[in-house]
């Protein structure tokens, strides 16, 4: 299983549509950067969050997810409140090839002031938006920037396709569009 250079990533993008929209090249003046890289790719977050309250005083349950625990924000700026968390959703729409897997990690930009990102794995043959976790593990408020950078994507081929994709086995996060909550099937 190997990581996949610029080349490849460019190759499936625009002749496969792995990633629409496709920015071929690395944009970073002014911005948190985004766009192809020498072995990833550099995704977006939208301007659509949904930030955590505790407003209600509510558990969160993955099994029985309340939108009450949520405020939807809609905007260039998103404000993450201290010691918080917010969802939000990548700008660019995904289609994983069978015989690929994809990991996402944080940008040095935001990890350095104390933001973290969380994305699960890009199954095989997953399609859809990639909803995003960031968390803001300061005691201050924290920006983040909709339609920059946001954490950085690593595409590592297999050396054979596997039995079962996502698609295969009807992942519930197939085809999302938008920023998905929790599901249990």
């Not at 099994?63 to 918080?84: A, L």
């Not at 040095?108 to 968390?135: D, L």
Request: proline residues 5%; charged residues 25%.
């Amino acid at each position: 299983m190997g990581l996949k250079a610029d080349c490849w990533i460019r190759q499936k993008a625009v002749e496969d549509g792995m990633i629409e929209p496709f920015c071929e090249d690395q944009i970073g003046k002014g911005v948190v950067s985004y766009g192809l890289s020498s072995y990833g790719y550099d995704i977006r977050v939208s301007d659509e969050f949904k930030i955590f309250t505790n407003v209600n005083a509510e558990v969160v349950d993955p099994k029985h997810f309340d939108e009450r625990n949520v405020v939807d924000f809609k905007g260039d700026v998103c404000i993450v409140p201290p010691n918080s968390f917010a969802l939000a959703r990548t700008v660019e729409y995904f289609r994983i090839p069978r015989n690929v897997l994809a990991i996402c990690v944080g940008k040095s930009t935001y990890a350095r002031c104390g933001i973290i990102v969380n994305v699960t794995p890009f199954e095989p043959e997953f399609e859809g938006h990639i909803t995003i976790e960031i968390s803001n593990t300061t005691p201050l408020p924290a920006k983040i920037y909709a339609n920059e950078g946001i954490a950085q994507v690593l595409f590592f081929e297999g050396d054979e396709d596997c039995e079962v994709s996502y698609k295969d086995k009807r992942g519930k996060y197939q085809h999302q569009r938008g920023i998905t909550l929790p599901k249990i099937l």
